[in-house]
């Protein structure tokens, strides 16, 4: 499945032997130990290198992780186009379960994880090139949401569940939470597109009735665990009714 997207960062360009051994060294750090709790001595060390050529290459630590960000970027942005282009057609609903599969095999590789997702309680009380790539990212992959389910609003709710199932696999060492959003997200999408269907069926004269209510994710239980998650739903819905052993969800939203 081919689409008009390409990488937000250009790809890496060539590097010295050390060069490469820093960046390696300092993004398995950053990852295992966190970016306050490295110092530069370790990451040298660990390079096989001396501070003096680290500073020579980078300048300054905090140049160092943005490029170990901009790299990291590349490589999945890059790695899930791959993914995408390799089933040449596939309906928006099967798009986003690839994703959401590529994502979950990706952090399950303890030498990837999410690297933004764990820098950004640091990076984000300090204005820098590390916080603006972490939000290029997550904008990033809003605009691959938006292009796959061709609709903004339903772009930006896939989003919302990605993320937070994310934090779900991350926080609560949680396997499935991927697996689970990504069946959330294929019912949105199906129920988004089998309601613009009807809409224009209807004619410009529709119903009468502003904001018809889509078709509902019904027992949300069997797509979405544990609940944190449904607060991404939450953001694009406004009404929850929360019944026994059941949750339905209805959308209200024009358009989606």
Request: charged share 20%; with cysteine.
């Amino acid at each position: 499945m081919s689409i008009e997207l390409q990488p937000s960062v250009p790809a890496p360009g060539p590097s010295t032997a050390a060069g490469e051994a820093i960046l390696d060294a300092a993004s398995a750090l950053f990852s295992s130990r966190g970016i306050a709790a490295t110092g530069v001595d370790l990451i040298a060390a660990r390079a096989g290198v001396t501070k003096r050529t680290l500073y020579q290459r980078f300048g300054s630590k905090e140049a160092l992780l943005a490029d170990c960000l901009r790299r990291r970027m590349h490589a999945w942005q890059a790695h899930v186009l791959d993914e995408l282009d390799a089933a040449p057609a596939m309906p928006p609903a099967l798009a986003i379960r690839t994703v959401f599969a590529a994502a979950r095999d990706w952090t399950r590789d303890p030498r990837r994880g999410c690297s933004f997702l764990a820098a950004w309680p640091e990076v984000a009380v300090s204005p820098g090139d590390a916080a603006t790539l972490v939000r290029q990212e997550e904008a990033w992959m809003r605009s691959l949401f938006t292009v796959l389910t061709g609709d903004a609003a339903t772009g930006e709710l896939v989003h919302q569940l990605y993320a937070g199932a994310q934090i779900c696999a991350a926080i609560d060492d949680d396997p499935d939470a991927m697996d689970r959003a990504a069946d959330a997200a294929a019912h949105i999408v199906r129920g988004a597109r089998e309601r613009a269907s009807a809409s224009a069926s209807d004619g410009p004269a529709g119903d009468g009735r502003r904001g018809a209510a889509a078709p509902e994710i019904g027992d949300a239980t069997q797509y979405i665990s544990p609940m944190p998650l449904l607060s991404a739903i939450a953001a694009r819905t406004q009404h929850i009714e929360v019944g026994a052993g059941a949750i339905e969800i209805r959308q209200h939203i024009s358009g989606l």
